[in-house]
């Protein structure tokens, strides 16, 4: 199956629903996929931002960050995985308690 751009956004004879029940899996899954790594890239993107701008103050005369904003760094990326992982646990316990109030 052939899923380049070329082929999927400019091919007017592209019928999906010719496609097999493996191929429209293939095809979900392709999409679900693209999705999750645009997410990630984009929290990736998000948290590069909020840390540069919060830790990042002067100039960078060495290629390289001071000490302190090193520091801030990788405190600022701790947070975010923190808040992350506390976000998914309390999503898992609401999931978890819906499931089980449903049996």
């Given at each position: ?24 899996a293939?095809l ?18 998000a948290l590069?931002?909020?840390?540069w701008?919060k ?16 520091t801030?760094t ?8 923190d808040?992350?992982?506390?976000v ?11 499931g089980?109030?449903?049996?």
């Amino acid at each position: 199956m052939d899923l380049s751009p070329s082929t999927t956004l400019q091919s007017p004879q592209l019928d999906i629903s010719k496609l097999s029940d493996k191929d429209k899996a293939e095809l979900q899954q392709f999409v679900v996929n693209e999705s999750q790594k645009s997410r990630i890239q984009q929290s990736v993107h998000a948290l590069t931002d909020i840390c540069w701008r919060k830790c990042v103050t002067g100039r960078i005369g060495s290629n390289k960050l001071d000490r302190g904003e090193e520091t801030c760094t990788a405190n600022c990326v701790d947070r975010f995985m923190d808040a992350n992982m506390t976000v998914l646990k309390h999503l898992e316990e609401l999931r978890g308690s819906a499931g089980g109030g449903a049996m």
